[in-house]
């Protein structure tokens, strides 16, 4: 039987996220107008005093809460032990696997949200990327889905002379975008993120290719080097 990830022990809620669930309908009832980034900021202050209030009431509960979070964490632990003892290799794999995948995914996700926050510009469009986002409202169609189906399907009916107006928008904004990246580049080397450049990146990759091809062929050389030694010994047997 195949184990889901959703079958290992969750991790329990550290002591903040304690206090911040427990404490969230109390402090909604009393700021209903706060949207909810502002409630949960204001309960983090609120959490943030605990440890500095001289109150005894106050440095219990946050005792509480602590001591709350350290026996969940054991009964945790001894869970997780149980969970990957009933595995099969098979199945310890595959979980690894998955997690793999989450973690990149989530790397992933990280990684285009810093560009986002530090202004990176944004890839230029194609001839068919702006005769949809120009025609999109108007189209037919019940989904989305089906919606872009009917502009693909009408994009490709189109002339040549009908396509140009779209393909030379196209061509202007590969032209904003080389500008836009180049004077970007420039400000993340001066930030000190020359990781982020193109120049970089490509630098990298070039040299991760090398590197296996530095390793593929050295394990093809020690392969024939191998074969090599045993060809003589097989040779000084039969003369023996």
């Keep these: 039987r195949g184990i889901s990830s959703d079958e290992r022990p969750k991790r329990p809620l550290t002591a903040y996220f304690r206090f911040l669930k427990e404490n969230h309908s109390?402090?909604?009832?009393?700021n209903p107008e706060m949207s909810n980034m502002e409630l949960v900021k204001k309960i983090a202050g609120a959490w943030k005093e605990l440890p500095a209030s001289q109150k005894q009431a106050s440095l219990y509960l946050c005792f509480v809460y602590e001591e709350a979070t350290k026996i969940d964490l054991q009964r945790y632990g001894e869970q997780?032990?149980?969970y990957?003892?009933?595995l099969t290799p098979a199945q310890a794999a595959a979980l690894k696997e998955e997690k793999r995948k989450r973690l990149a995914k989530r790397r992933s996700f990280r990684a285009k949200r810093e560009l986002t926050v530090l202004g990176k510009p944004k890839r230029p469009r194609s001839g068919f990327n702006i005769f949809v986002s120009e025609n999109f409202q108007e189209s037919e169609g019940v989904s989305p889905a089906a919606k872009l189906k009917k502009l693909f399907d009408t994009w490709q009916k189109l002339s040549s002379s009908q396509k140009q107006p779209y393909l030379q928008l196209a061509e202007d904004d590969k032209v904003r975008y080389k500008n836009e990246m180049k004077s970007w580049e420039a400000k993340m080397v001066e930030l000190g993120r020359e990781d982020l450049t193109r120049a970089r990146k490509q630098r990298s990759k070039k040299k991760t290719a090398e590197t296996k091809k530095g390793e593929k062929k050295g394990g093809t050389t020690a392969k024939a080097s191998s074969?090599?030694?045993?060809?003589?010994l097989k040779l000084k047997k039969s003369e023996e």
């Design 84 to 86: 990957k003892a009933q």
């Design 26 to 30: 109390a402090f909604r009832q009393k």
């Design 227 to 232: 074969h090599k030694n045993k060809a003589k």
């Design 80 to 82: 997780l032990a149980a």
